[in-house]
Structures are given as structure tokens and as C-alpha cells.
């Protein structure tokens, strides 16, 4: 290992543990408590680490875990002495001054497969992490806080269908028409699921009573037609929100509109670059006249109706689309073959009273293998 590469990476080294003393330093000035350590102690644990990689070169792994363990040992004492005082107190400080010295022994640890730019810029990475996680303390505990015993399940089933199941499935067509391939059917059920969930998670961060607007946007993520239905709802056992509900309606289905395109993107993009401007359009008509409408409302300040998000991530409703999609691709191919074009129009404008996504996948799916 040449000097430039030793001074170099005693940099990396510091740099990493200055990143995460800094936060450390101004965490104990803002809660006006004592702490580990801090801009000094961080960079310290850091050189030691270093320092140690740098003797491997010559004694082997020795120096390292010596070092480690000391650490560790200063680490176990400090904790005591903080909890003795404080027996609420956390193992966050404790844990990040491990890592900020696994760090600083990374960037001079011999025989690793990694490149010396690639690990660097590892190393700043995971320190720009660490330093966030620790920053983000506040804000972590009250979306944790916000997550209820059904989503923490709803979450682990959609694990579950997606890095367990969904390997397991074969890739290839069969059955009537050979156009059924399970593998991209729970693709696409996974693929809902995601795009519903990303909604769904907006919805519990940012809460339901942000404005109309934002009510009806998110509802347009989850479910446009159970956003419907709950502002309807809404509307009719408070006649004074009517207006305000419409809007929340409109803004619902304009995202829908844009929902689906970014479903069709992922499926097929030169499918989404012929529906860009007429479902563009559509989301932007609906938008705007939603604007003038709450304009003409004069709601400068509106309270969002309630709308209970389901999380999409449950079980039995991705089952449910499964079948759904594997029942409409069926027949969107078999109209196809056996009636053309005029078949496949009568089947979309059927499905499409019942689930906008199942066809719309369908058809994205078609269009890329060219088939209609």
C-alpha cells in the first residue's frame, strides 16, 4: 500500500467520523445533554480504527479485533455510567461509535474485494446514513408511531408474495392460448401493490387532514373508487361539504388517470408515450377544473373529509386481483384472437367498470408482446 493511499484513507477516515461527530456534538447542544462523545471523540474512534487496519497489514486481524474489543469494553462502561443517570437512555450513541470505527478500519483494511474509490465512497455513504438516521430521531419515532400492528403484517405478507413467492413462480406461457405465464401474473400483482402502497404510506406520513386537495390526491393513489364512495359519503351527511367534496372526487380521478400511466410506463413505455397526451390531458382537465372549482367554492382553508385507506398489502385483496388480472388477460387474449379489435374494446369497457388496473396491465402487456 503506497503513502498516498495510507493518507488518503486516514482522510476517509476522519471525514467519516467528523460526519457523524458533528451530529453527535450539536444533538447534545440542542437536547442539552452530556453524550459519549462528539466532534472530537467520533474522528479519535475513527483514526483508532484506521490505525489498527493499518497494523493488520503486518500482524494479521489481531490488531483490529484488539482494538475492537477495547473499544467495545470503553463503550459498555460509558453506557453504564449514562444509564445509571438516565435509565431510559438508548444504545444509539453507543452503536453509531462501533460503526464509525468499523469505518475507519474499512479504509485501510487489507485484502478486500472492493476497489479503493468504490469502498471510500462507502464509507461516506454509511457515514452520511448514520448521520441521518441519528439526525431524523424525532421524525423516525413519530412515523414509527403512526404505523399500526395491521400494517407491520399487511408489510410482511407483501414480503412475503414478493421475495419469496414470486422467485418460486415459473417463467414461461401455459395453459388455453399459452398466455398465461404465472410468473408475470404475480408480477403484476406485486406491482399494484407497490404502486397502492406508495399512496397508502403518503397517506399515514402526511395525514388525512392536510386540505381537499391532498385528500383526494392521495385517495386517487390508493383507490379512486373508495375514495368516491367516502367523500360521497361524506357529502351527504354534511350538505355544506358538498362542493369541497367534488373536488376531492375530481382531483381523485384525475390521479387515477396519471396512475395508470405510470402502471403502463413500467409495463410497456412505448405504450405509455401514445397515451402521455390523452390521459395527460385528462389528468390536467380534472385538475384544473378542480382548481376552479375550489377557487369558486372559496375554500381558502378546507377540512378533509375522513377516508379509511385500506392497506393494499393484504393478502387477500392482492389473491383477489391476481385472479382478476389471470381472468381478464384470458379473455382480453381469446377476444382478441377470436373477434379482433372489436372484442377487446367490449372487454375493456366491461372490466373497466370493476378495476381500471387489471386491463390496463392487460392490454400494456399485449401491446409489448405484439399481440393486438
Not at 16 to 23: H, Q, S
Not at 190 to 195: F, K, M
Not at 221 to 231: G, N, Q
Amino acid at each position: 500500500m503506497s503513502f498516498a493511499e495510507i493518507f488518503f484513507g486516514f482522510l476517509i477516515a476522519l471525514a467519516a467520523g467528523a460526519l457523524i461527530g458533528i451530529e453527535r456534538e450539536q444533538s447534545m447542544a440542542v437536547d442539552r445533554k452530556t453524550s459519549l462523545g462528539g466532534i472530537r471523540t467520533f474522528p479519535l474512534i475513527a483514526l483508532a480504527g484506521a490505525l489498527s487496519a493499518l497494523l493488520s497489514h503486518t500482524l494479521g486481524f489481531w490488531p483490529v479485533l484488539g482494538s475492537l474489543l477495547v473499544i467495545g469494553a470503553f463503550l459498555t462502561v460509558s453506557y453504564y455510567q449514562e444509564w445509571e443517570k438516565e435509565r431510559t437512555r438508548g444504545v444509539t450513541t453507543e452503536v453509531a461509535a462501533l460503526i464509525t470505527f468499523l469505518l475507519g478500519a474499512l479504509a485501510l483494511m487489507p485484502n478486500l474485494p472492493l476497489e479503493t474509490k468504490p469502498r471510500y465512497l462507502l464509507i461516506i455513504a454509511s457515514a452520511g446514513v448514520v448521520m441521518a438516521l441519528l439526525s431524523f430521531k424525532q421524525p423516525l419515532h413519530q412515523a414509527v408511531a403512526r404505523v399500526s400492528d395491521d400494517d407491520i403484517y399487511a408489510t410482511a405478507k407483501f414480503v412475503i408474495i414478493t421475495l419469496v413467492i414470486l422467485p418460486l413462480l415459473p417463467d414461461r406461457a401455459m395453459g388455453p392460448l399459452e398466455v398465461l405465464n404465472p410468473f408475470d401474473i404475480w408480477l403484476m400483482v406485486v406491482l399494484i401493490a407497490g404502486v397502492s402502497f406508495t399512496g397508502y404510506i403518503a397517506a399515514r406520513l402526511i395525514g388525512e387532514r392536510q386540505g381537499i386537495a391532498v385528500t383526494g390526491l392521495l385517495g386517487g393513489l390508493v383507490s379512486s373508487m373508495a375514495a368516491t364512495i367516502s367523500l360521497a359519503t361524506h357529502a351527504r351527511r354534511a350538505p355544506a361539504a358538498t362542493t369541497l367534496a367534488a373536488v376531492a372526487i375530481i382531483v381523485a380521478s384525475g390521479t387515477m388517470f396519471a396512475r395508470i400511466l405510470a402502471i403502463v410506463g413500467i409495463v410497456d413505455p412505448s405504450l405509455a408515450e401514445e397515451l402521455f397526451i390523452p390521459l395527460g390531458t385528462m389528468t390536467a382537465t380534472g385538475y384544473a377544473y378542480a382548481l376552479i372549482l375550489y377557487w369558486y367554492a372559496g375554500a381558502s382553508r378546507a377540512e378533509a373529509a375522513p377516508i379509511s385507506h385500506r392497506n393494499p398489502f393484504e393478502l387477500r385483496a392482492a389473491l383477489q386481483f391476481g385472479l382478476l388480472y389471470t381472468a381478464v388477460i384470458f379473455a382480453a387474449k381469446a377476444a382478441a384472437t377470436y373477434f379482433g379489435d372489436r372484442g377487446l374494446y367490449v372487454l375493456s369497457l366491461l372490466a373497466g367498470t370493476t378495476d381500471v388496473d387489471a386491463i390496463s396491465l392487460s392490454v400494456a402487456a399485449f401491446h409489448r408482446g405484439g399481440l393486438s
